[in-house]
């Protein structure tokens, strides 16, 4: 199975997961953080809440000590927030579900502006993961004349899943079930069904490229990029489908 994880390279190793074999998993969340890991979910005061800012709360085994030759750079980048409470901070919003699971929200500062409401795009992803026929999803904000930003989701389908006639009511199925688990407000604007997602070497999701595609520009540069020939995939399949 596909298994959710959080950490950094600075962290040293995973932070939160579910251990596979073990816990019963949940496509799209990470779940509960590992044996000698301590994670909380906190506002900007550093308050537990349900939703809010993702912090390691305690000291864990594989912590780094600092950034050689810029030790305050270290301490600005993820210590300075909750300086007073000792909170390391990356910089990723979470929330907890009713079982207490952690759904990673994506950069806080990776949100969406649709018409007035900030959406995280990793939660319409969350969302979107957790319908049977999607394998993986990526969510951009693209310009929206109208609401500002509008949503714009590429997807990898199951099987074969929108195949054929039933593929408008597949992509329509799948907004409304956006807009039935987070609101009308965050359903998509658009679906597209995609062969790939493009992704760096690491298996971090190229948002930029897909904002390009998006929003109809020529796609930037894809040197980073573990197959650069998925962009090609991707126009080859949206140019099929139209």
Do not use: C
Not at 9 to 32: C, D, N, Y
Not at 127 to 140: D, G, K, M, R, T
């Amino acid at each position: 199975p596909i298994v959710d994880t959080w950490w950094q390279t600075e962290t040293g190793a995973i932070m939160i997961s579910p251990l596979p074999g073990v816990t019963a998993t949940k496509p799209g969340s990470a779940q509960t953080p590992l044996p000698g890991v301590s994670a909380k979910v906190v506002d900007e005061q550093g308050e537990e809440v349900d939703s809010g800012l993702l912090v390691l709360d305690k000291p864990w085994p594989s912590m780094l000590r600092g950034i050689w030759g810029d030790p305050e750079r270290f301490k600005d980048t993820y210590w300075s927030r909750f300086a007073d409470q000792g909170f390391y901070f990356a910089g990723d919003g979470a929330k907890h579900d009713a079982d207490g699971d952690l759904w990673l929200l994506g950069r806080v500062d990776d949100v969406m502006n649709v018409s007035g409401h900030r959406i995280s795009t990793a939660e319409v992803e969350s969302a979107l993961v957790s319908h049977p026929n999607v394998a993986e999803a990526a969510v951009v904000g693209a310009s929206d004349p109208t609401t500002g930003q509008g949503i714009v989701a590429f997807v990898i389908l199951r099987g074969s899943a929108g195949d054929g006639a039933g593929g408008e009511a597949a992509l329509a199925e799948l907004r409304n079930h956006v807009s039935s688990e987070i609101g009308p407000i965050a359903k998509p604007r658009q679906i597209m069904v995609v062969p790939e997602l493009p992704k760096t070497r690491s298996g971090k999701i190229m948002r930029r490229l897909l904002r390009d595609v998006a929003e109809n520009r020529e796609v930037g540069d894809v040197t980073t990029l573990a197959d650069s020939s998925v962009m090609d995939l991707i126009s080859r399949g949206l140019n099929t489908a139209s």
